[in-house]
């Protein structure tokens, strides 16, 4: 028995231990989240668990999760935002009551938590004392941030997309650095929970899709990528908006008649994905004021 038991701890520790290995700039700290059976632990864990940046392991038993993940790239309270949008409250975050309700019947814990994350996250901007010159300006901050920095995240894209127009690899290369840089330096914890919850659904492939437009100048192969960049950041400019009117458009020729769409400024239709080539071939779809 004792062995066994010895045994049991010495899988634990190398468990831990090959898991911080795999996070950077690992933090480890504990917290409650609630909940009732195995079915709970799967969906807790997967909400909160991102690949080599977090991983959260929550114990059916006592209702309590360790959370470890890469500081330099999330918090704590980022990996409890996302957990409550699957219908879990925290001692810090209520899940939205809709989320709760479709919870299967054996999933819904007793609440005890008071505050929705939604409102939670209004009422932050919105109960302090505005009478206060300097507190109506500090709560102001986190909102001038998100327009700031998302907007610099789209106005490199409109970058990328006008080299691409040109048919010039190396300046769709250099833009798209642009890019990759303007997406690192978003603050995802200054984010209003809606935008927050697109910008985790798309934040790895754009990052991806911008490295490899970045790493290389065929411009075959950035315009490949430019497909499932335009994609994602149209979904996040659904959300996040932005400071003028956006065109979605459409090239119905583009990788062997699949079609292909952009982001655009202009109305008028200026296609990247052949340039001079077809540069009017498209319409506009969509516009998004």
Known sequence: MKNSFKLMVALF??????????????????????????????????????????KVDWNQETQMATITYDSKKTNQDEILKRIALAGYDSD???APDDVYENLHGCCQYERVAKTPVKEEIKADATTQDHTNHGNHAETQKPEVQEVDQL?????????????????????????????????????????????????????????????????????KHQRDHFVTL????????????????????????????????????????????YGSMMLSCGKTVETIK
Not at 23 to 36: A, H, Q
Not at 241 to 256: E, L, S
Not at 263 to 270: F, I, T
């Open 151 to 219: 907007k610099s995240v789209f106005d490199a894209y409109f970058v990328v997309k006008d080299a691409m127009i040109s048919s010039d690899g190396t300046a769709t290369s250099v833009a798209s650095k642009e890019l990759f840089t303007a997406i690192n330096n978003v603050k995802m914890d200054k984010l209003g929970m809606d935008v927050h919850v697109v910008w985790m659904k798309i934040v790895n492939q754009i990052k991806e899709d911008a490295e490899h437009i970045a790493d290389t100048k065929d411009i």
């Open 92 to 94: 810090k975050f209520l």
């Open 230 to 273: 335009s994609k994602d950041i149209y979904e996040l400019l659904k959300v996040a908006k932005y400071d003028v009117p956006v065109y979605f458009q459409y090239c119905p020729m583009y990788n062997n008649g699949k079609g292909a769409n952009w982001l655009s400024k202009e109305n008028a239709v200026k296609n990247p994905y």
């Open 13 to 54: 520790t190398m468990l831990s231990t090959t898991i911080n290995a795999q996070i950077k700039n690992s933090k480890t700290e504990t917290v409650k989240i609630y909940g009732n059976c195995g079915m709970c632990e799967t969906k807790i864990e997967k909400a909160g668990t991102i690949k080599k940046v977090a």
